[in-house]
């Protein structure tokens, strides 16, 4: 090959040689998505938690409720069952994933019960909730629907509510939806696609 045209080759060569890593922001489906944003909430201690918090970490974020018949619980069964196996394969990475269940019942959904629904699913699962006023501007961030049911005979009621999760990069860009309603494989590959 003449000189020239190896010159002109070469970076292409070492283009197609980079590794995909690079070029994953830029695939990742949800990528330039109006999705997230600032909140302030409180985790189950009470404590004052911002989203800002968890810079430089993966986030997964799912909006529910606790008082939830059936939606949430079998959707935080199958997030943190893929989580627990991705975090089985990759320990070093897992660490750096921070999954998230915020309340979309503040008034039912005090910090304590939002601590034990989550602790009943996996100690890595982080519950916050808050005020309504700042549950409804984080549902806002992240473009979460929910209202609130009418109230039964004995005052309980559902909340009906969007239930995707979404992973969110390590500065808090939207990355892509995390596919429960696939199966928990289906979480844990989702995670070795696009965490690294």
Known sequence: MPRALLALAFPLILVACSPAAD??????????AAIGGPFTLVDSSGKTVRWSDFDGKY???????????????????LLMKGFAAYKQEHPDLAVQVVPMF????????????VGEFTHAFSDDLLGL??????????????????????????????????TQAYLMGRKGEPIALVPIDEGSKAVTASLERWVS
Not at 23 to 32: K, M, S
Request: glycine content about 8%; overall charge negative.
């Open 23 to 32: 070029t994953a922001a830029a695939d990742a489906p949800l990528a330039g």
């Open 59 to 77: 986030r997964i974020v799912y909006f529910g409720y606790t008082y939830c018949p059936d939606v949430c619980p079998n959707d935080m069964t």
């Open 102 to 113: 915020i309340s979309v019942d503040p008034e039912r959904d005090t910090p304590k019960v």
């Open 129 to 162: 909730t808050g005020s309504p006023d700042q549950v409804a501007q984080a549902a806002r961030e992240f473009a979460i629907y929910y209202e609130k049911g009418k109230p039964n005979s004995e005052g309980g009621y559902l909340v009906n509510h969007s």
